[in-house]
């Protein structure tokens, strides 16, 4: 009998402890722990007592101890009732069960409990009406929410007030949505929240914004609701070093900007932050997210003097600066696909792919797209990425973001213009043949080969190659002419144009060659069979200025070929006078172009010889 009696002690200060361990502070926690302290002391005593005792006398020495210290034995066991303890928590745990489930997202939850319990009977409509509106309550739910924290804060800290009723004051001051009563209870209450993100969400679920003109945000008697403006400028207020522990933590700082929904500089900040985690890769997925949602424009943060379009077009310069870091390495496949990100982001995001958003948006995303495609379009191999083992796009991916052949067409037509302004002669001639522009391609080729037989003539000896390639280039040109469908009449008439011109040029390389070989004679005879110029000695005069007649690239020729005839004159024995007559058409020919600014030397020849 002692040992069953020494045994259900035992126990009973057992479950008493686990209970009080799991019980918050309450009203009655001071006399519990008082309680529990003595029975723990009197435990020592009886199993000191009950060893050498019988079981009878052990139970009454334990129940006259009890009674020596002011403590009823039996309304101690019942109150201590492990059994009783389990089936009903020894504190009402409503307000906490509501908090948690909010904190949670569990908000059906959090209904549930607030309209089971007679606690919360009055609060369990405003919770409602809350949840229903998204947090925008009218004013008279926030007015007597407001209300209720008016009466909760006069009555102060009173004796023996249950932690419970914090979490009472906080439920409905998020309900209120007032500054003040935010303000009071933080203040009062510096240890409410053990971590930021409780901290955070409590303000974020009190931040009562709305659009402008807004009636349900009017509040009587003066109730400031709590803005996010707030809230943004009130964690603006600490340098970033102060959250990031001056760099320890670095993720920390962006993290908050992101729970207070500032999202632009959330995604500076992390494009910006160096360390060898690499948080640029973060800066870029998020701004793609970002923009994809449309939400940049709620997340500019205060302090911010940037408009929408100016924040979009910021997380475009963050993905586009990612996407070139793959075209340095060579991977064009990645760029391009970051290149087109950072075009949706200022095209409105995730509309832009469908055509959704804007005018302005979209005239922003389709130049954005033009200049990066162009970009991809000039490297190596952007030619074959972009357009195909063939064609004008339909084969590569360029018909992903130009679906229209025309639209398409336009666009490889200014690439190509831009490549020649860059000096990228050889790609702009791929692409004018891709699109079927081939007199635009022939004129590139005579262009590039005017310049090289110049070239030529002045001494260059990587010249030789060049207008041979050239030459072969425009051959190819005209033999895929033939068989391609779909020709206008214009552009046949220009390629015939280009095609003369090709061949002038090709005549007047040959002659170079033939003088560099030193057959000067045939040189002579090759300029006296020169259609375009009136140099044939048997030709008769003509007042035309033919000059005037011939491509631009034939004319810059003109100079040099002149002087190689009058040298090839200078070699040659004049048998029979004719080329003495062909020095006189090459004089005549000179002085009628005198105008012109030619070299200085190539007159003082003519002159030395008249």
């Not at 053990?194 to 008697?221: H, M, N, Q, Y």
């Amino acid at each position: 009998m002692a040992n069953e009696d020494l045994s259900s002690w035992t126990d009973l200060l057992h479950s008493s402890s686990k209970l009080l361990e799991q019980a918050a502070p309450s009203a009655q926690f001071p006399p519990l722990q008082r309680n529990l302290d003595q029975l723990e002391a009197l435990s020592k005593k009886l199993k000191s007592k009950t060893v050498r005792a019988e079981a009878p006398s052990q139970s009454i020495a334990a129940t006259r101890l009890l009674a020596r210290e002011g403590i009823n034995a039996e309304q101690l066991a019942r109150d201590f009732d492990a059994g009783d303890a389990r089936r009903q928590p020894p504190v009402d745990t409503t307000w906490q069960q509501i908090y948690f489930c909010l904190r949670s997202g569990y908000y059906d939850e959090a209904r549930n409990v607030a309209l089971s319990s007679r606690a919360s009977h009055q609060f369990a409509p405003l919770l409602t009406e809350w949840i229903n509106t998204g947090g925008m309550v009218p004013e008279e739910v926030a007015t007597a929410a407001s209300e209720e924290c008016e009466r909760m804060l006069r009555t102060g800290d009173r004796v023996g007030r249950t932690a419970y009723d914090k979490k009472k004051l906080l439920l409905y001051a998020i309900i209120s949505g007032s500054r003040r009563h935010i303000d009071r209870l933080l203040r009062d209450q510096p240890t409410l929240f053990s971590t930021i993100e409780d901290f955070l969400w409590f303000k974020l679920s009190a931040v009562r914004d709305c659009p402008s003109g807004s009636s349900s945000i009017v509040l009587s008697d003066g109730l400031i609701p709590y803005s996010l403006d707030d809230l943004q400028s009130y964690l603006n207020k600490f340098e970033p070093s102060y959250y990031t522990k001056n760099g320890k933590d670095p993720l920390v700082y962006p993290y908050i900007l992101l729970l207070s929904i500032q999202l632009l500089p959330a995604v500076l900040y992390l494009s910006k932050e160096a360390g060898d985690e690499g948080y640029n890769i973060d800066a870029a997925h998020l701004s793609i997210v970002l923009a994809d949602h449309g939400v940049l424009s709620e997340g500019i943060g205060t302090g911010q003097k940037l408009g929408v379009m100016d924040a979009y077009a910021e997380v475009s310069t963050i993905i586009r600066q990612y996407g070139s870091m793959y075209l340095r390495l060579g991977d064009l496949q990645m760029a391009l696909e970051y290149y087109a990100q950072a075009a949706a982001a200022v095209g409105g995001g995730q509309l832009s792919w469908t055509g959704r958003g804007n005018v302005d948006q979209q005239r922003q995303r389709n130049l954005m797209l033009k200049q990066l495609l162009t970009e991809l379009l000039l490297r190596d191999g952007g030619i074959y990425l972009l357009l195909g083992a063939r064609g004008a796009g339909e084969e590569g991916e360029l018909g992903r973001f130009v679906a229209d052949p025309n639209a398409r067409q336009q666009f490889l037509i200014e690439a190509a213009c831009q490549c020649q302004e860059s000096g990228m002669y050889d790609k702009s001639i791929e692409i004018q043949k891709r699109v079927g522009s081939f007199s635009m391609a022939l004129d590139t080729i005579n262009k590039c080969l005017s310049e090289a037989i110049c070239s030529l003539f002045r001494g260059r000896l990587d010249g030789e190659s060049r207008t041979a390639g050239l030459i072969h280039s425009g051959n190819e040109i005209l033999e895929t002419y033939t068989y391609y469908p779909d020709v206008s009449h214009q552009e046949r008439e220009q390629v015939f144009e280009q095609q003369t011109i090709l061949r002038q040029l090709e005549s007047i390389l040959s002659i170079h060659k033939l003088s560099r070989l030193g057959n000067h004679v045939d040189a002579l005879r090759e300029v006296a069979k020169l259609l375009f110029l009136p140099l044939d000695p048997r030709g008769p005069d003509t007042a035309v200025d033919v000059f005037e007649n011939l491509s631009p690239h034939v004319q810059a020729c003109i100079p040099d070929l002149l002087k190689v005839a009058l040298t090839c004159l200078d070699n040659v024995t004049d048998s029979d006078g004719s080329l003495r007559a062909l020095r006189a058409k090459i004089s005549s020919f000179i002085a009628n172009n005198v105008k012109r600014n030619w070299p200085r030397d190539l007159y003082e020849r003519v002159a030395q010889r008249l």
